[in-house]
């Protein structure tokens, strides 16, 4: 086990490393002069001239790749041109607010979709299947901003039960901010898992220690939910932990559609203006999230089912 | 399928037991029923549509940052909130135009720097105004104080700007805007000239209490203000870029005050949610249609004049601005100076005569490019646009920039036609600092050089007969317009809304004065 960790995080490094450089290369290949689009019309040729030199826009790529790597190896992300704070502090002011829109979003979409689906699994081709399914697709189907726009106008200016903007303070308030985009970006992942987790428990179900344990005249609801579901829920920490780069991604738009801080709504500011320090940064710590999440999902896979470990 | 199942401290029922009771208690509808209205208890919530970023009037990136320092800080005079542009006293207990190079002022004796830096004086004007126009600041607001040269100290609360020659923007941008405020001598020589994000010194009606990036910035009634008081105890500035996430939060009762879009005034002008009220003001943005005189495919002025006819501005503004702005006549906005009552050529097309200009440029199969920013707006009216040239038979095809690349565009030698917007501050020297020759390569996209121009720009700046300034800014956009090189469209508009128990204070453009704002 220890050698598959070991491996896993060696490969999610080597993601991390190729992701981070891409994005490098990429951001610096888009058109527009970006001490220009950071200072303004006005600034002064000198500061201009300052400005590129501290950036180091005046080296070539390949040596701006080499400063911007030696500056991570010493923690330093570097410093916003426009406020003089540390990227670093920036990034991890911003990042606790995303973090907790996609945990709240996996948490109440897993534990709505996983028992949707069981429960469906359960009762298969009747009614309820039928009605589960028809939701779990209409779940799935229905694009977050709609939802997100759609929520924010019932239950924030008709019934006003939950705040339209902002991301509160103090925990309970917090929480109280967190549900409308919560709902809104993990809705369609209800219906996927929900799918998910009735196609592989209706596998499961058909094994033959469920059938031996039936016919051992355990108790059904025993059954289905002891030793189906748990075997069939394993496909499902993968697809959270995969999930994780689109809850990123979702969380972009719910953090500007709810007026949100976090680290999607701080990547698209800081493309917008070409502020490659926070974009560097945001990017970094975004994409670590998601391979760090994907690499922890297979070691959970990897500990819940031993073939896992030789499956690669 | 065989699942072998392995040991492990935390056991599976647990595992699942937990995040279901997770699930389940984060669901809970903790905030039924319990929010307040926005404008209780003394808080006035207000919409900004960028976050602050810098406390440092030297290094302020606009309007964002000035709402903020304009009520922590103060200024000699500031803009009076009305319909009409003007200014009062502020820091000011008497500011004069001796001649034409020397303003003298004296300082109220009631006003104080928090942190312990003392009462304000002539010393603290001095520094501020004097470290804009340094070198070594590198200030972008630099042009903002024009051709400051010096403020001399007469007395410890007294003194007199000199200029170098005659600045009519002084009194319109230099001292009730961004490069007016005074800020504390001894609180930033203490920190190295500079700061960031947090305040070193306040002295206004309100103190900045806190800043969480990119969520709130609050400010609290300054305990110590001497002036007039203010209305509200806590005014929060909440950065929401989206005009329509506004909308909703107003609706919600979470705003007060903002901003609203263009496309929602017919509806607000129905009726506004909440008891509220819809005020609609002019705007200081102009958005014109250049034509890159430089461009090979452009070279034709009798082309450039067939296209200026045949824009329909009427149907541009219908369709891209939902027929809530007007047409503009030029660059500078009504209740400045040098507003034109009406531009050359008429807002309505006249397809005839653009069809007879074009036979008259010898011009066959024309196609264009129209550059424009990957915004609904404006992509909106390069469609119009597209559409009304097509039935001269002038084809154009409507590139979409994202807005990095866009403002790159002084660089793009295919730079053919434009759709584009700039911002303003009060003064028409404002509006025609980009058009001068010098700023080709820079601003000046059309490649636009005129002598005329140049030396209308230079003389008016230093002209402080409203009349004679009114006369050559008049004349300065016949001449852009004469070189067939622009087609003005509209000033934009300023709609906001604001809840019942608010009593707005906004400048003549519809920008917010947040230290002015009442309560009905």
Partial sequence: ?312 | MKIEWTKAPVGRRNFLKGATALGAAAALPMGLGGRAMAAEGGTLRVRSYGDLQSIDPAFSKGVIDEEIHASIYNKLIQYKPGREWDWQMDAAAMIEQGDETHIKFALRDDIGFTNGFGAMTAEDVKYSFERIVADETESPNKPDMGPLSHVEVTGEREGTIVLKEPFAPLWSIALPYITGNIVSKKAWEAAGGKATTDPLAESGPYLRDSWSPKEKTVLKRNPDWKGDAPAWDTIEILPIDDENTAEIAFEAGELDFTRVSLGSVQRYRDGVPNGGTLLEYPSLYYTWLGMNLDHPKLQNKKLRQAIQHAIDVPSVLEAAYFGAVDPSTGIIAPGLAGNRPQSLVPPQADFAKAAELLAESGETNVTLKLDTLNKTTFTTAAQVIQATLAQIGITVEVNVLESGAFWASADNEDLQLVLNRYSMTPDPYYATSWFITDQIGHWNWEQFSNEEFDKIHTEASQLTDQAKRDELYRRAQDVMEESGAYRFLTHEATPVVHSAGVVPALRPDGLALLRYFGKA
């Fill in chain 1, 1 to 312: 086990m220890l050698l598959y960790a070991l491996r896993r995080f060696g490969l999610a490094l080597l993601i991390l490393i190729v992701a981070v450089t891409v994005m490098f290369l990429m951001i610096r290949a888009v058109p527009g002069d970006p001490v220009q689009i950071m200072l303004g019309p006005r600034a002064t040729p000198e500061l201009q001239a300052r400005l590129t030199a501290e950036l180091a826009l005046d080296q070539p790529i390949w040596k701006q790749l080499v400063i911007f790597y030696g500056n991570l190896l010493q923690g330093d992300l570097g410093i916003d041109v426009f406020s003089g704070r540390s990227v670093t502090d920036i990034v991890f002011q911003q990042l606790p607010h995303t973090l907790w829109l996609i945990l709240g979003s996996i948490i109440w979409s897993a534990t709505l979709g996983i028992g949707l689906g069981a429960y469906a699994a359960a009762h298969p081709n009747t009614l309820i299947d039928r009605i589960t399914a028809a939701i779990s697709v209409s779940f799935v189907a229905a694009p977050a901003f709609v939802v997100a726009l759609l929520s924010l106008l019932v239950f924030a200016v008709h019934l006003q039960w939950f705040p339209a903007i902002g991301a509160g303070e103090g925990f309970w308030d917090r929480l109280n901010h967190l549900v409308l985009p919560a709902f809104a970006i993990g809705l369609s992942w209800v219906g996927y898992i929900a799918r998910l987790v009735r196609a592989s428990m209706l596998e499961v179900m058909g094994e033959s220690h469920i059938r031996t344990a039936r016919a051992f005249g355990i108790n059904e609801r025993r059954v289905v939910l002891v030793y189906a579901l748990r075997i069939a829920i394993l496909p499902v920490v993968t697809v959270i932990g995969v999930g994780m780069g689109f809850l990123l991604s979702s969380a972009v738009f719910a953090e500007i559609v709810f007026a949100r801080p976090g680290l999607g709504k701080l990547v698209i500011d800081s493309i917008t203006t070409r502020n490659y320090p926070i974009v560097m940064g945001s990017v970094l710590i975004s994409t670590g999230l998601f391979v760090v999440s994907t690499a922890l999902a297979d070691l959970i896979n990897a500990w819940l089912d031993p073939r896992a470990r030789t499956a690669h």
